[in-house]
């Protein structure tokens, strides 16, 4: 794994919450076997920062604003768009960050394979992202 582009990860977080952790760090895990540098800041903030004060949501938005506005990219991981992944889309078109979008079915090799890997597979399967 290389440290290519710095890559923006947006997925959604809220509801299902432990199965969109799990699907967000297979979106890391993907970017990163292409040899890109991933960003979830939807995987860190939520470890100090809690959603349902409003004070505390703000900050996060904000520091999420900020740390896109470093990347090469956004990754739209998934089919199913969270209000906070249309907000970050609307940053990066602003900001005119190229977007991608990643369909689960890519994501989701990367889980599958992450079970196989525990038992010593290699990562199969990846399919190629597509540019918009």
């Not at 959603?51 to 900020?66: C, H, I, W, Y």
């Amino acid at each position: 794994m290389t440290e290519g582009k710095l890559v923006y990860i947006a997925s959604p977080y809220a509801g299902d919450v432990e199965g969109n952790v799990a699907f967000a760090k297979a979106a890391c895990r993907y970017a990163a076997a292409k040899g890109d540098t991933p960003v979830a800041v939807h995987l860190m903030y939520p470890q100090f920062l809690d959603d349902r004060v409003p004070k505390e949501r703000e900050a996060g938005l904000k520091m999420g604003r900020r740390v896109l506005a470093a990347c090469e990219e956004i990754w739209l991981c998934g089919e199913r768009m969270s209000a906070g992944m249309k907000a970050e889309e609307a940053e990066a078109k602003r900001l005119g960050i190229p977007i991608r979008l990643v369909p689960s079915s890519s994501v989701r090799s990367v889980m599958e394979s992450g079970e196989k890997q525990e038992h010593g597979e290699d990562i199969q399967g990846m399919e190629e992202i597509k540019l918009c």
